[in-house]
């Protein structure tokens, strides 16, 4: 926990049980990953951010950046309680999932509560054709 000084607010985790809040299957078929994310009060109204990103190398591209964006999706205005998320692929991804059959995904969770520090999860995900 972080120490308070007096007269500042304390507040918690925007996260209802820590990271096991987060519910992602690591493999999914189809050109959207789905998920869901367990808020608590803390979190509430607060924001929302998933980002999905694959290697440049699995987009064949030339000289390739370690990391290329290929979904996101951004709420805000969250209410405590269990938040889904559906994140569809961007035309580089859906191109390359059509071509490879599949897809090595990260997904990167950033929630930002109102009050408090933001909480970052990262998790792997295969998507299928």
Wanted: overall charge positive; proline content about 5%.
């Amino acid at each position: 926990t972080n120490p308070t000084t007096p007269g500042e607010p304390s507040y918690g985790s925007p996260l209802e049980g820590g990271f096991r809040a987060l519910k992602l299957a690591g493999s999914q078929r189809g050109s959207t990953v789905h998920g869901s994310i367990k808020m608590s009060q803390a979190g509430s109204g607060g924001r929302l951010e998933v980002g999905l990103f694959a290697t440049g190398a699995s987009l064949a591209k030339a000289g390739h950046p370690a990391q290329v964006r290929v979904g996101r999706l951004v709420r805000s205005s969250l209410k405590a309680g269990s938040v889904s998320f559906s994140v569809p692929l961007n035309a580089k991804g859906k191109s390359t999932l059509r071509g490879h059959r599949h897809l090595a995904l990260t997904v990167k969770i950033t929630l930002t509560p109102l009050h408090g520090a933001a909480v970052t999860a990262t998790r792997r995900v295969f998507v299928h054709a």
